[in-house]
């Protein structure tokens, strides 16, 4: 894999790239009427709706957010108000980056172009991506893709877009769920699995596997 020299990089964003605080969020919110050890569960609760909610047809992620808080509150019997879903939803363009991510990327930048496939809005992502300190040859979203990633339509469109076959990029996730998964199956054997904590690691999926950013021009030879 070290010899490898992708036609491109492929990153998902969130959680990979910039620092994903959305159970941050919910804290902010909801923290003084939980408990430590409740605020834990509504916050995997608050994951898995989120998860739930995007594996259909496309719909705005404001959209995604309401509808996961809304569930989440009422499985925890937290009152829900519409604006604080909207609050949660207006402070992912704030996020920046996971300190080891702007050298990270620009080392290899400088050798390969990075594409971005990310399950956001078009009117989010550009502010997050700005933040991440290296030039980005393409950034995809699920809004463009009129899908959100694990489904492969996703990944078929940024594919399409770059005019790309499976075997020509490195996608590069922290994520088995949203990305690893997918990738695999599609074909992309070349992956990196960048291990913040959020999963298990899975070795049946194929991949590098590294802590951080700071790791990546390694796997490429740089």
């Given at each position: 894999?070290?010899?490898?020299?992708?036609?491109?990089?492929?990153?998902?964003?969130?959680?990979?790239?910039?620092?994903?605080?959305?159970?941050?969020?919910?804290?902010?919110?909801?923290?003084?009427?939980?408990?430590?050890?409740?605020?834990?569960?509504?916050?995997?609760d608050f994951t898995a709706y989120?998860?739930?909610?995007?594996?259909?047809?496309?719909?705005?992620?404001?959209?995604?957010?309401?509808?996961?808080?809304?569930?989440?509150?009422?499985?925890?019997?937290?009152?829900?108000?519409?604006?604080?879903?909207?609050?949660?939803?207006?402070?992912?363009?704030?996020?920046?980056?996971?300190?080891?991510?702007?050298?990270?990327?620009?080392?290899?930048?400088?050798?390969?172009?990075?594409?971005?496939?990310?399950?956001?809005?078009?009117?989010?992502?550009?502010?997050?991506?700005?933040?991440?300190?290296?030039?980005?040859?393409?950034?995809?979203?699920?809004?463009?893709?009129?899908?959100?990633?694990?489904?492969?339509?996703?990944?078929?469109?940024?594919?399409?877009?770059?005019?790309?076959?499976?075997?020509?990029?490195?996608?590069?996730?922290?994520?088995?769920?949203?990305?690893?998964?997918?990738?695999?199956?599609?074909?992309?054997?070349?992956?990196?699995?960048?291990?913040?904590?959020?999963?298990?690691?899975?070795?049946?999926?194929?991949?590098?596997?590294?802590?951080?950013?700071?790791?990546?021009?390694?796997?490429?030879?740089?």
């Open positions: 894999m070290a010899q490898f020299r992708p036609k491109y990089i492929t990153f998902d964003c969130y959680g990979t790239l910039t620092n994903f605080q959305m159970s941050q969020a919910a804290c902010e919110l909801y923290g003084d009427q939980l408990d430590e050890q409740a605020m834990q569960k509504f916050n995997a989120r998860m739930d909610e995007i594996l259909g047809d496309w719909k705005p992620y404001d959209e995604v957010i309401h509808n996961a808080v809304e569930r989440t509150c009422r499985k925890h019997d937290v009152a829900f108000n519409a604006e604080d879903a909207r609050k949660v939803y207006e402070k992912v363009p704030t996020w920046g980056p996971h300190p080891d991510v702007p050298a990270g990327l620009a080392r290899v930048a400088r050798e390969i172009p990075l594409v971005i496939l990310s399950n956001a809005m078009n009117e989010q992502i550009h502010s997050n991506v700005e933040k991440l300190g290296a030039p980005f040859h393409a950034v995809y979203t699920a809004q463009q893709a009129q899908a959100y990633k694990p489904r492969f339509k996703a990944f078929e469109y940024m594919l399409d877009q770059l005019n790309a076959r499976p075997e020509d990029i490195l996608h590069v996730s922290s994520s088995f769920r949203y990305d690893l998964m997918s990738a695999h199956d599609l074909g992309i054997r070349n992956k990196v699995w960048v291990n913040r904590g959020h999963e298990p690691a899975n070795p049946y999926y194929g991949y590098t596997e590294i802590k951080d950013i700071s790791g990546l021009p390694g796997v490429v030879g740089l």
